[in-house]
């Protein structure tokens, strides 16, 4: 390319402040590297189509950053400049979603005067103009929720427009799947001025729970030394978000119902109403219908809170969402501790894929979170996991909770899913093959000790 003044523009264009915001403006994806194909810096599009955190994979090998099949072929970066030419070749690429999608590949050389090998630079182009779609289509997020299933997108496209009323919500589902989570970004996209107060019912004894959500005067019971407001008119402006709402006492449940009709607050030892103006929000693991039928609930109450209902799936049907939660908490405990970790191993993949999850997305952050913090090299490996995850799912806390419901047919996973212990066989026989039944190096393999290998295969029979 002829160019009029080029030390003028070079010395413009490559400063500090300048050469990153270029490169970030540019709609390809873009990588440079040194001449060992160590990653010196990726901008933006580059980010977006391969998932990778930029300042993650600085030094990184390119391969390990871009997750390509031409890497493995004869990509000059990794075997060799035979003669330092542009390649251009067409290529798959695996995103951080799992995501696999054809690019342009093209890497350049930089060469000095002298015809010396200075730096790399490699370009991706999206084939047929639809990956940069995909990838932005098929991600959805709400806040710090993400997920793609059916079940999740349809409850994330509802929200913009429940945000915009004020009638009152009950999200269900089981323990850990969001249900708070989801309440507050509701009320965070809606234009609602005052916060977003939230009780959880079952973390209170009964005989406070009232004074919690209406406030009581000075000397209305015993130890009440002062005049306390309550969580509904802290609330006012804003949203009161219920959690265990099944919990709440059969003489607060009315006096919810009464305020709901009302908007009036009677604080305990007051026979003087303050009105206020909350957005209720509910949300319950248990079958509140179940609840009524056995009158440990007020059918008025839910009706008059069942205006709006969101039903949150637990993760164990929500498919392929598991993959993608990994990478977003992977991502976000990097991020926090400041480690380099990068990925979970196969035989670490494959468990997270069969685990029931009774906890679900409470129980997977929490277990990537100790992982991350334990975890001294790039991958997470069987070792980092914590001890329970190595144990039979057979024990009663591995189990999904009593009111679970059950596993829908048509789940959203492509296929049945793998019993645990069909699983950890599998690993074992896969680890002894390869280690040519070597067994310490199979442990080694699987990131156990010896005698924890030794034991299971005692206990699954193989010889």
């Given at each position: 390319m002829p160019l009029l003044d080029s030390p003028y523009l070079l010395q413009a264009m490559t400063g500090q402040d300048t050469l990153a915001p270029l490169l970030d403006a540019l709609p390809l994806g873009i990588a440079l590297m040194d001449p060992s194909g160590k990653l010196l810096g990726v901008n933006k599009t580059y980010e977006s189509l391969t998932g990778v955190d930029g300042e993650q994979v600085i030094g990184l090998d390119c391969l390990h950053a871009l997750r390509c099949d031409y890497c493995m072929k004869n990509c000059p970066v990794r075997v060799g400049w035979k003669e330092y030419r542009t390649r251009s070749v067409e290529a798959n690429i695996i995103n951080r979603s799992r995501e696999k999608f054809i690019i342009k590949l093209t890497i350049s050389p930089l060469l000095d005067a002298s015809g010396t090998l200075k730096g790399i630079v490699e370009t991706l182009t999206p084939v047929g103009g639809h990956a940069f779609d995909k990838v932005a289509s098929t991600v959805f997020g709400l806040g710090e929720m993400v997920g793609r299933s059916p079940q999740v997108r349809k409850i994330?496209?509802?929200?913009?427009?429940?945000?915009?009323?004020?009638?009152?919500?009950?999200?269900?589902?089981e323990t850990g799947t969001g249900k708070d989570m989801l309440a507050e970004e509701i009320?965070?996209?809606?234009?609602?001025?005052g916060p977003f107060v939230k009780v959880n019912s079952g973390a209170l004894p009964n005989e406070l729970l009232e004074s919690e959500l209406f406030g009581h005067e000075k000397n209305a019971f015993p130890g009440a030394d002062m005049a306390k407001p309550g969580r509904l008119r802290m609330a006012h402006g804003g949203t009161l978000f219920i959690a265990e709402v099944g919990d709440l006492p059969m003489s607060t449940q009315t006096k919810l119902l009464s305020y709901m009709d009302a908007h009036m607050v009677y604080p305990l030892g007051s026979a003087k109403g303050v009105r206020t103006d909350v957005r209720i929000m509910a949300a319950s693991h248990r079958d509140l219908e179940e609840?009524?039928?056995?009158k440990l609930f007020r059918q008025d109450l839910l009706y008059r809170l069942n205006v709006i209902r969101l039903h949150l799936p637990p993760l164990r049907e929500r498919g392929e969402d598991i993959?993608?939660?990994?990478?977003?908490?992977?991502?976000?405990?990097?991020?926090?501790?400041?480690?380099?970790?990068?990925?979970?191993?196969?035989n670490v993949d494959k468990l997270l894929r069969s685990y029931p999850f009774p906890g679900n997305i409470r129980e997977l952050k929490n277990l990537i979170e100790y992982a991350v913090n334990f975890c001294d090299t790039q991958v997470i490996r069987m070792r980092h996991l914590p001890g329970y995850m190595l144990r039979s799912p057979a024990s009663s806390a591995n189990q999904p909770p009593q009111n679970a419901p059950e596993r829908k047919q048509e789940a959203v996973r492509s296929g049945p899913p793998e019993r645990w212990e069909d699983v950890q066989r599998k690993m074992i026989l896969d680890a002894l093959v390869k280690t040519g039944g070597k067994k310490q190096?199979?442990?080694?393999?699987?990131?156990?000790?010896?005698?924890?290998?030794?034991r299971k295969m005692k206990h699954f029979g193989i010889e």
């Open positions: 994330f496209s509802r929200t913009p427009s429940i945000a915009q009323t004020d009638s009152p919500v009950l999200v269900t589902g009320h965070n996209e809606s234009d609602r001025d609840m009524v039928r056995n993959l993608l939660l990994q990478d977003h908490f992977l991502k976000m405990f990097q991020a926090r501790f400041g480690k380099r970790v990068d990925r979970f191993s196969k190096l199979a442990a080694e393999h699987l990131g156990w000790g010896r005698s924890t290998l030794w």
